[in-house]
């Protein structure tokens, strides 16, 4: 999996995030991502559930 994924950021025009945590559960991978630019940040779960879209 890669360290950085392209997502539009809904706090800046940035659209570059960087893996700052991952690790498994019993729900599958969580990754946590943050922007580089602003420091907003969120939860991905197996890339099927996200913190992103709630």
């Known amino acids: 999996m890669s360290l950085e994924m392209e997502y539009d950021c809904p706090e800046c025009d940035s659209s570059q995030f ?10 599958g991978k969580k990754t946590k991502w943050r922007c580089s630019d602003c420091g907003y940040g969120f939860i991905r779960i197996n890339g099927d559930i996200s913190t992103a879209d709630a």
């Open 18 to 27: 960087w893996k700052t945590a991952y690790m498994e559960i019993h729900l």
